[in-house]
């Protein structure tokens, strides 16, 4: 098993060659699905790190893109470990950044991994108004929709989303998971939503246990 707090150090310090160098042993020793997934635990960690340094001028926007570009570099590294030998779908997702906010490296990423265990994704795109999500639900009839949002306003945008599927009658046929930076337990409950996470390997997880 590969050093996770070297790899979330790597990931961290944006060194691509130490990253990608670590990875490669990774691999070579075929990990268990598990083990994938706690290495892209590991990465996430370090893109927090990316995201403090982010904050305190530290590190630029070109950095917080390149970190992304890393992370889904590490992903596309470990989806074949991840995805198993199995080609059946597991269930289905509609997934979208709320209305006003159009951040998608957390949903990219969570589509990604939620692809890799086997759900088929349908990826709406950034800045998706309650409506979309609506009518997505009532065309694909998915078991899980995941909203993302990285403002505070998205909140918000989430609440009134979670408002329309109630609305339309379409509520108690889905689990709604929502993530991103400014979501907590408090807003979760405020949404209305199933679950929360800010770690997309955490997310999946939980969408795991939701078709099981």
């Given at each position: 098993m590969v050093d996770l707090q070297a790899v979330a150090q790597a990931m961290g310090e944006l060194d691509e060659e130490r990253l990608k160098e670590l990875l490669a042993a990774f691999v070579a020793g075929k990990p268990t699905a598990e083990e994938a997934m706690q290495v892209i635990s590991a990465c996430q960690e370090g893109?927090?790190?990316?995201?403090?340094?982010?904050?305190?001028?530290?590190?630029?926007?070109?950095?917080?893109?390149?970190s992304g570009e890393l992370l889904m570099g590490a992903i596309n590294m470990l989806k074949p470990f991840?995805?198993?030998?199995?080609?059946?779908?597991?269930g289905s997702i509609v997934l979208g950044t709320v209305h006003g906010d159009i951040h998608d490296i957390g949903?990219?990423?969570f589509k990604n991994m939620s692809e890799a265990a086997?759900?088929?994704?349908?990826?709406?795109?950034?800045?998706?108004?309650?409506?979309a999500f609506v009518e997505k639900i009532k065309e694909v009839k998915p078991a899980i929709v995941g909203m993302s949002g990285v403002l505070t306003l998205a909140l918000e945008s989430m609440k009134e989303t979670v408002e329309a599927i109630e609305a339309a009658g379409l509520r108690n046929g889905v689990k709604i998971i929502i993530g991103g930076n400014p979501?907590?337990?408090?807003?979760?409950?405020?949404?209305g939503a199933d679950a929360f996470t800010n770690n997309a390997a955490e997310g999946v997880k939980i969408c795991q246990g939701w078709v099981k």
């Open positions: 893109m927090a790190v990316v995201g403090e340094l982010f904050e305190k001028e530290e590190y630029f926007v070109g950095d917080l893109i390149f991840i995805s198993g030998s199995t080609a059946e779908k597991i949903k990219n990423i086997g759900f088929e994704v349908h990826d709406l795109g950034i800045d998706q108004p309650p409506s979501v907590t337990k408090e807003a979760c409950a405020y949404i």
